[in-house]
């Protein structure tokens, strides 16, 4: 008869059970004492309404959470103002970015003294309970708020226009040669309407932010968002990211929909090629092909091919930009022709915005100067 192997014996099993449970007890046991009684299990501050931080503002609401930490409604008791105040997570990860965020907040509105380029304000940062809290001002609701409003049918190309121009001014500021920040997180909760009765909006959330040169995290753009040379780890990441992403965000803006809802990395990149094609062999060739080689397989010619699509080389797009903003209007039939221009010089703004190669995409200022926005020039004058 032969042996039980040694780990299949019961005292050792049981031995080894008993080892984990103290390890886990032990574990769940440090992490608590390390969170101390003012933090729940997310590591966030547990606040009540009332509450009053750094002797100076009293909680009046709660705003919004995320994976950063919370935010609150507060009565600024020294400067007689409401304020939003921002509460960093207490774990090292998100005190790093919390740092990040205030640092390059300041440096941008001392670079922008007058308020000029839609960039949050930020009052001023202290330290409460081992949880970083960032004062800033209160704004209204973000544009994902505002699509939920509008039931998910999005909301009219003269408002796409305002909103858009706006963000292009943030994005023109960031990508001055002396400021030269890439946003690396721009989607609509990350735009939020300065006062729910006007179309003036802010751009928030630095905490994902770096500089062009110094790129701080290696995941960067939240999915729906994030642009072909994110995706394939390319290691030049400029401000034509955010472009990439404003572009998106225009087109979901109209139509109420994601452009490119993607489920996970692969199903992001099939979803792009399913609306642009596929991308420039040269930038595939250029990027890490360990990465390249999740989403496409190379082939003999030196193109590439989307994996699990061997029937289909996405020679022209399934679908284009054009169809997807144009199946949204109602009755397109009757659309006037001044609407009918409006569309298509979107369409033509947002496929420029899309280019896969981030050395031919439209910058902000040429974005700026596009037909799109001319109406409102001569709205201003």
Not at 43 to 69: E, M, P, Q
Not at 75 to 101: C, L, T, Y
Not at 333 to 339: D, E, G, I, V, Y
Not at 362 to 369: F, K, Q, R
Request: with cysteine; aromatic share 10%; proline share 5%.
């Amino acid at each position: 008869m032969q042996a039980a192997h040694p780990c299949q014996r019961p005292l050792y099993k049981l031995s080894v059970d008993l080892l984990r449970t103290y390890k886990k007890v032990n574990s769940v046991y440090y992490a608590r004492k390390k969170r101390n009684g003012d933090d729940d299990e997310n590591y966030d501050l547990i606040v009540h309404a009332g509450d009053i931080f750094d002797n100076r503002y009293r909680v009046t609401g709660f705003i919004g959470k995320g994976s950063f930490g919370l935010v609150v409604k507060c009565f600024d008791m020294v400067a007689e103002e409401h304020v939003a105040v921002k509460v960093i997570k207490n774990r090292r990860p998100f005190r790093h970015q919390g740092s990040i965020e205030i640092k390059l907040l300041s440096f941008l509105n001392k670079r922008d003294p007058d308020d000029q380029f839609c960039i949050l304000r930020l009052k001023r940062s202290f330290e409460w309970k081992n949880h970083i809290c960032i004062v800033q001002e209160l704004l209204s609701y973000n544009l994902y708020d505002l699509l939920r409003h509008t039931q998910f049918r999005g909301v009219s190309l003269n408002l796409v226009k305002k909103f858009g121009h706006q963000i292009l001014c943030s994005l023109l500021f960031l990508a001055m040669p002396e400021i030269d920040i890439v946003h690396c997180d721009l989607k609509p909760e990350n735009i939020l309407l300065r006062n729910h009765r006007r179309s003036t909006v802010k751009l928030i959330d630095f905490g994902s932010s770096c500089r062009r040169t110094e790129r701080v995290f290696s995941y960067i753009q939240s999915r729906f968002y994030r642009s072909p040379e994110v995706l394939v780890n390319h290691s030049n990441i400029t401000q034509a990211v955010d472009m990439w992403s404003l572009a998106c965000i225009l087109v979901e803006l109209h139509t109420g929909k994601p452009l490119f809802p993607g489920k996970n990395e692969f199903d992001q990149v099939r979803k792009i090629v399913e609306v642009l094609g596929l991308p420039p062999a040269s930038m595939l060739q250029a990027a890490p092909q360990a990465k390249v080689s999740k989403f496409f397989n190379a082939l003999p010619d030196g193109t590439f091919q989307l994996k699990g699509s061997q029937a289909q080389k996405f020679p022209l797009p399934a679908k284009t930009v054009r169809v997807l903003l144009e199946s949204h209007e109602p009755n397109s039939a009757f659309m006037s022709p001044n609407h009918k221009e409006e569309c298509a010089m979107l369409v033509d703004l947002v496929g420029r915005m899309l280019e896969y190669d981030p050395k031919y995409r439209i910058t902000p200022s040429e974005a700026l100067d596009h037909d799109f926005f001319k109406s409102l020039a001569k709205e201003k004058e």
